[in-house]
């Protein structure tokens, strides 16, 4: 029985390491695809994305107001600039 307990345990290791590394090959995905130009705006999902982070966690950095500056598409939409998003991302550097 215990054989099965330290099976079950490293199962949930290598669930979360392959969630973690398909995490970051989104990242690496987005960021191929972004263009060097600051104007462009990203989704608020390529944005969450981008940066490594839940929608949920998305909407309560950008509610807090700590977040980088929103650009306002369509009425129900929203978007965030690559050059925002950078300068948000250096604001938050640590020295």
């Avoid at 090959?25 to 969450?48: G, H, K, Y």
């Avoid at 129900?76 to 604001?91: A, F, K």
């Amino acid at each position: 029985m215990s054989v099965q307990v330290q099976n079950a345990g490293a199962h949930a290791r290598i669930s979360r390491k392959q969630k973690s590394s398909e995490r970051e090959a989104e990242q690496r995905r987005i960021q191929r695809q972004l263009s060097p130009e600051d104007d462009r705006v990203l989704t608020f999902n390529e944005w969450c994305a981008l940066n490594g982070i839940g929608k949920r966690t998305g909407r309560r950095i950008l509610t807090s107001g700590g977040g980088p500056v929103v650009t306002q598409l369509p009425e129900r939409r929203i978007g965030i600039t690559v050059g925002n998003n950078r300068r948000w991302q250096e604001s938050r550097a640590r020295s």
